[in-house]
Each structure stands twice: as structure tokens, then as C-alpha cells.
């Protein structure tokens, strides 16, 4: 069964820190791209970030030189590190292998090499005062 679990979210103030992880397990992971999304309330999903298989990476501009995508094929794992976080970061966070909805630039920077298309369940990240 393949599955993914993202952890690490919570509440932050305003040009603070945090750092998503998202375990992978039923599948081989370092044959995959892995994604990174988000939801805002009220907004569609977009693919903020992703590192294909051979640790090229992408990241969408409102993201760019603040967040930092890396994985660690021995625990099977991707990490997100964010740091200067925004209000406007809010969303639910969920990493992922599906190309779908994506932007051109994961097709572009992270080619999928996986087979399976599939998302964690998301964990929350609150950027508030």
C-alpha cells in the first residue's frame, strides 16, 4: 500500500520557521519526484516545490528563497524547510507525486520517474501573530 504522511505543521508568527517532512513507504521513493502543495481556504491547490530523483528542484516564485526542498532516500523521506514565513503562507500542506494539477515547472525541473500518483492527507501550517 503506498502512502505518504506529512508532519511538522502547526502555528507560527510572522517571519518564523518551520520544517515539513513526508514519509513515503510502499513504493521505491528514490525513483520519485516528490511534490510539495498547498491549499489555502477559499483556493485551489498549487504545487509550490518539488525535487525529482536526481535532487534537481523547483520552486514556485512566491516561495522562492524562502522555502528549501531536500529528501533523504535512506528514510525515505522529503523535507520542506520554510523560513520567513507569511499570513499568506496559511494553508494545508501536502506532498505528493501527482503531476497532474501541477505546474509546468515540476514537468520542466522534476520529471516524474514514479509510477504511482498519489497525496498524504496534509498537515496545517498557521502563520499568525
Known sequence: QVQ?????????????????????SGLNFEY???????????KEREGISC????????????TKGRFTVSR???????YLQMNNLEPEDTAVYYCGTDWGSAPSGFRSSCPQTGYHETWGQGTLVTVSP
Open 4 to 24: 505518504l504522511v506529512e508532519s511538522g505543521g502547526g502555528l507560527v508568527q510572522p517571519g518564523g520557521s518551520l520544517r515539513l517532512s513526508c514519509v513515503a
Open 32 to 42: 520519485y519526484a516528490m511534490g510539495w502543495f498547498r491549499q489555502a481556504p477559499g
Open 51 to 62: 525535487i525529482s530523483s536526481t535532487d534537481n528542484t523547483y520552486y514556485a516564485e512566491s
Open 72 to 78: 533523504d532516500n535512506a528514510k525515505n523521506t522529503v
